[in-house]
Structures are given as C-alpha cells and as structure tokens.
C-alpha cells in the first residue's frame, strides 16, 4: 500500500510530460510512442480537437427537436440515432433528463414527472430549512442532510443523465420517497 501514491505520482509526472506542449522533444515522442494513443489522447487537447459538440450544442439539438414534436415526442432512445443522423456525432442521451423525456415522450410527460418532483423539493426546502418544526437537532441535521441529498442528485440530472444506472434511480426514488415522508411527519408534529 506505500507504493500506491508514489506509484501514481510517477504515473501523473509521465502523463504531464506526455501531453503538455511545454515538454515538446524527444522525451515527449518517445513517451507518446510507449503509451497508447487511446490514454494520452484523453488527456491532451489533440484528442478533442476534431469534436465539436458541447453539452449546450447537444442541448439546443434537443430542444429543436422537441420542438417539431412537442406532445408525442420520438420515442424512448431515439435521441441517438436522431442526433447522429443531424450532426454525425453519436451521443446516447440529451444529457439533461428533462430534455431527454420530453424528446422521447413529450412535453407533457416530462412536465407530469418533474413538476411534482419540483414542487416537492420546493415544499421541502420551505419546511425544512426555513419552518422550525422540528425540535430534535439531530433529526432536523438528517433532514438537512436528506434534502441536500435529494437536491444535488436533481440537479446532477439537468447535467448528464445518471438515472439511466439502475442503482442511481433506485436511489432517487428512496430519496424523494424519504423526503415527502419527511415533510409529512413534520407536519404531524
């Protein structure tokens, strides 16, 4: 276990030398020669030069898109093959799972599944953070920590979509399911 950290900051210094264009000359081919192309590419700028798309770029493809089929949408897991056919790049999602329903299924049906999730996150701040309901300071911090939970994996959605991972969305829904509990017991007490 020593080993490890020195180990990894030998390979960080080699990968440094590898891509930065300050380190240009013979190390840096020599080392660009032994390690695979497809490693230090991911690294270095020339590995992103050819690509164009950005997360917005695949955004306003998205909301273009939905726009020519608002209610019905494409189907589920069109986004792909719809967006490659437009732009020759393939991307698997709208990287943004309000987008990507409302691309697939609708606008309505993205607005029937994230306007209650809104709404309850909305109500559950104001009782959380703002009402003092709660008289427990150990509940009230698992409350807050519960939220903050609930909050950020929300918003890591609008961002790229984890929920597709079954054990992300497994855990957003006892999350959310957590939080209205929260809001309800509270309102008993």
């Known amino acids: 276990m020593r080993w490890l950290i020195p180990l990894l900051v030998l390979l960080s210094i080699i990968l440094v030398f590898t891509v930065m264009p300050l380190f240009t000359g013979n190390l840096q081919e020599i080392l660009r020669e032994i390690i695979p192309n497809k490693i230090w590419m991911e690294f270095s700028y020339l590995g992103f030069q050819s690509m164009d798309v950005s997360r917005i ?12 089929s608002p209610l019905f949408g494409y189907g589920g897991g069109s986004f792909s093959a719809i967006y490659e056919s437009q ?51 150990k509940l009230d911090f ?3 920590a519960w939220w903050a939970s609930i909050f950020i994996l929300f918003i890591s959605q609008q961002i790229d979509v984890h929920y ?26």
């Open 164 to 189: 597709f991972d079954g054990r992300i969305s497994i855990i957003f829904w006892i999350l959310l399911a957590g939080t209205k509990n929260i809001i309800t017991s509270q309102n008993k007490i």
């Open 57 to 68: 770029g695949i955004w306003n493809s998205a909301l273009t898109n939905i726009s020519y």
């Open 87 to 137: 732009s020759s790049f393939w991307k698997g999602h709208a990287h943004n799972l309000p987008l990507e329903l409302a691309f697939s299924y609708g606008v309505p049906a993205a607005l029937i599944i994230f306007v209650p999730i809104f709404i309850l996150l909305v109500i559950s701040f104001k009782k959380i953070f703002l009402e003092e309901l709660v008289k427990d300071q």
């Open 142 to 144: 698992i409350s807050k």
